[in-house]
């Protein structure tokens, strides 16, 4: 059964706030292969293949979520992973046309991990758990 499960990607450079991110996930139901703090490896998580969603906090070093992105949609074997954006900005998201040319939903912090939890079923078209 666990062959079943969405695979994702999760990257925010602020510890807490990602294992937040871990524990939504999983209560969503999918698969973390990469908990990450920087674009550079979130990228490379997500480039070997086989991820359904990318969560990619907007500001992060090396990379930014931004860059990240348009790397995903560029490169042969993560073309068609979803994304979804995080921010505490609405502005930022908006400044960098994030919301339509590069991502397929986003999430503005700070967060319940259940709200992120429900977005991440809804975008890998899962049904709700109990």
Do not use: Y
């Not at 999918?30 to 908990?35: F, I």
């Not at 400044?95 to 700070?110: L, M, N, Q, T, Y």
Request: overall charge negative; hydrophobic content about 50%.
């Amino acid at each position: 059964m666990t062959a079943d499960l969405k695979r994702i990607v999760i990257a925010d450079d602020d510890d807490d706030i990602r294992a937040l991110m871990v524990i939504a996930a999983k209560r969503a139901g999918v698969e973390v292969v990469a908990s990450v703090d920087n674009g550079r490896d979130a990228l490379a998580a997500v480039c070997t293949g086989g991820i359904d969603l990318a969560v990619l906090d907007i500001s992060m070093p090396g990379l930014n979520g931004v860059e990240v992105a348009e790397s995903i949609r560029t490169h042969d074997a993560s073309r068609g992973t979803l994304i979804l954006m995080v921010s505490a900005s609405v502005q930022l998201l908006t400044d960098h046309g994030v919301v339509a040319e590069w991502s397929d939903g986003f999430i503005i912090k700070p967060f319940s991990p259940r709200v992120l939890s429900a977005r991440i079923r809804e975008l890998l078209g899962l049904e709700a758990t109990a």
